[in-house]
């Protein structure tokens, strides 16, 4: 029984499918098969079974789930205490970003990281916050790059890197472009295109619409907020981006309002950190 099998398990059981697990583990759905088969075989048991399209987790995949966690992350443990007993700073680093801090906040500090550290293999996930999050709390992620929630979590670490003003945006030929002394008020009565409702941005946007009783027009959800600048540049509706994806293509509104989001980085204390993952974090403090 070898470690493949275990983290094919756990990524098809986080997916719920054989051929996003492939793509996670950049290897053939095939080859994801073959190693669920392999653990079927030395437990005796079935851990998926046919479902229209697609497939579906048995009983004894349920049950077998937690106890591999708990198995991989002491394993991890493992490697990152004798790791960090011989003073290196080397091994895989598995950290998660959201596209808007990856794209445009990230690239310089990892360009120094792994200049300064090239025996660490750094394992980039592109994720959205939220996921991102969760991700840290299961211990699937050593550290991710995030919009910090509005609530944080008592279980984990913060730290704020970078403030991120919201502005509210149109297209110049929208017709909310050419009016002046504008409200919120003023926005409820044409289309919004604005990230999911779940994402932290959708939030803090949505939550000064409802200290004042109002409830904007959603025609559209859209998580990437470059896709949402797309959408707003060719005159769908407006939007709340942040003030640094701003462009000629985009007209301000200017809105008596402040909106900021927090971005910075998060971890589990309760997790042996490796080496690699804290030269990292006091690097970007």
Known sequence: ???????????????????????????????????????????????????????????????????????????????????????????????????????????????????????????????????????????????????????????????????????FVVAPFHPLAQKKDLRLEDLIAYPSLLPAVQTYTSQITLAEFEKRGLKPKVSMSNNPLESIRMLVSIGLGWSVLPKTLLNQDLQQLHIPIQMNRHLGMVWHPGRTQSRAAQELIQMMK
């Open 1 to 167: 029984m070898n470690l493949a099998a275990f983290e094919a398990f756990t990524k098809v059981m986080e997916t719920g499918s054989i051929s996003m697990a492939a793509e996670l583990l950049f290897i053939t759905q095939p080859a994801v098969t073959k190693r669920i088969h392999t653990l079927e075989e030395y437990f005796g048991v079935k851990l998926f079974e046919s479902a229209g399209r697609g497939i579906q987790a048995t009983h004894a995949a349920h049950s077998l789930l937690p106890k591999v966690r708990s198995w991989l992350n002491d394993l991890s443990d493992i490697h990152y205490t004798l790791s960090h007993e011989q003073n290196q700073v080397s091994g895989k680093l598995k950290i998660g970003t959201s596209h808007h801090i990856g794209l445009h906040h990230l690239p310089k500090h990892l360009k120094n990281y792994v200049q300064q550290y090239a025996d660490v293999v750094l394992d980039v996930h592109f994720v959205d916050s939220e996921q991102a999050h969760e991700q840290v709390l299961s211990s699937d992620l050593e550290l991710a790059f995030l919009t910090l929630p509005p609530v944080l979590d008592q279980r984990l670490s913060y730290v704020t890197i970078w403030e991120d003003p919201l502005v």
